[in-house]
């Protein structure tokens, strides 16, 4: 962790059709998430005075790829009226429109917070809606939880401080890498690791049918490797046991229980471990926990191992199920360099 600076605790918040998120180091994000059919308005901050941000306005989900849809450009209504963009400020696709412009960000996001109707941003000739019900409280959020009050910063009743003022993101934690490459299992420690795994998986308390339970290992170092042994299973969930244990016999095994490294309101800190694999490539051991069979909500985490122990290096998570993004792109919440 950066010296002199604290940790912050992240949040994730839904203000009527609009969920924020603000990570451990208090960049948000924020979307429309109610009845919108595909149409999506996005946006994100970092914290701190220099203003890193950016607007994305786009048409698709997974129900239906945009490649499907037609051109949303020149087709965005608002209060009945196109809704004016200045195309030299835009990045224009098809289905996105995106600005990392601080000014023309600005300038819009007021503009619509003070819209006390809450007038929907529209798609002629289509069901695509905006719900601005909530928009301006997403954003007081997100100037309250970068301490950007009373500062000409703050996109809501912006003040008179200048932008230096507004603190600086918190601390990032560190975690250290594994020396990489990891060396592969050879076939005889694969073989002896998975008749291993076959009699925990024997001789362990388990519900799931053991025609379906499945034994996955995958090497963590040079002399340690992870055993995966599915167990419970759900209508679209498998929760596993997971030990460490080392490569070559004797085995000696040690269960992993994770647990997260802050508290998060509404939420257990231990983690389930629900539908785990192991990232060769990048050396985390990942947990998916499904809102829903589609995939589209729920939380993820990724965890490296070092110093014998599983680290959190990304949380993420999507409380609702609208069918707009896979885990890879639901926002964050902890992050660690």
């Known amino acids: 962790m950066l010296p002199g600076l604290a940790l912050a605790g992240p949040v994730q918040q839904q203000f009527a059709d609009w969920l924020v998120t603000c990570n451990n180091q208090n960049f948000c994000q924020a979307r429309n998430v109610s009845h919108h059919h595909g149409l999506i308005m996005a946006l994100s901050r970092s914290a701190g005075a220099k203003d890193d941000m950016s607007l994305r306005i786009e048409l698709g989900s997974l129900y239906a790829p945009p490649t499907k849809l037609p051109a949303i450009n020149g087709r965005l209504l608002w209060r009945g009226k196109p809704l004016q963009l200045d195309k030299k400020s835009w990045q224009i696709t098809p289905h996105r429109l995106k ?14 917070a003070a819209d006390t109707d809450n007038s929907p941003i529209t798609l002629a000739h289509a069901q695509g809606s905006v719900s601005l019900d909530g928009l301006k409280r997403a954003l007081e959020f997100i100037d309250t939880t970068q301490k950007r009050q009373g500062n000409q910063s703050a996109w809501i009743d912006p003040g008179d401080l200048p932008p230096q003022k507004t603190p600086p993101a918190p601390g990032l934690v560190t ?18 690791l998975l008749d291993y795994g076959s009699w925990r998986m024997a001789n ?29 299973s759900g209508a679209y969930n498998v929760v596993d046991l997971v030990w460490i244990l080392n490569r070559e016999k004797p085995f000696h095994a040690r269960r992993i229980r994770l647990r997260l490294p802050f508290n998060w309101e509404g939420h257990d800190r231990d983690v389930e471990l629900m539908n785990t694999r192991f990232d060769d490539h990048d050396q985390v051991f990942v947990t998916l926990n499904k809102g829903r069979g589609f995939a589209d909500c729920g939380v993820t985490t990724r965890w490296r191992y070092t110093d014998e122990q599983f680290r959190l290096v990304r949380l993420a998570s999507q409380p609702v199920c609208d069918g707009q993004e896979t885990a890879d792109a639901w926002p964050t919440l902890w992050v660690a360099n």
């Open 204 to 232: 362990s308390h388990c519900s799931m049918d053991p025609s379906q339970r499945e034994v996955r290992v995958a090497p963590l170092s040079g002399n340690k490797a992870i055993l995966m042994v599915s167990c419970e």
């Open 99 to 112: 600005t990392t412009n601080p000014g023309v960000i600005t300038a819009l996001l007021r503009k619509l």
């Open 175 to 192: 975690i250290d890498k594994p020396e990489l490459p990891v060396a592969p299992l050879s076939a005889t420690e694969l073989n002896g």
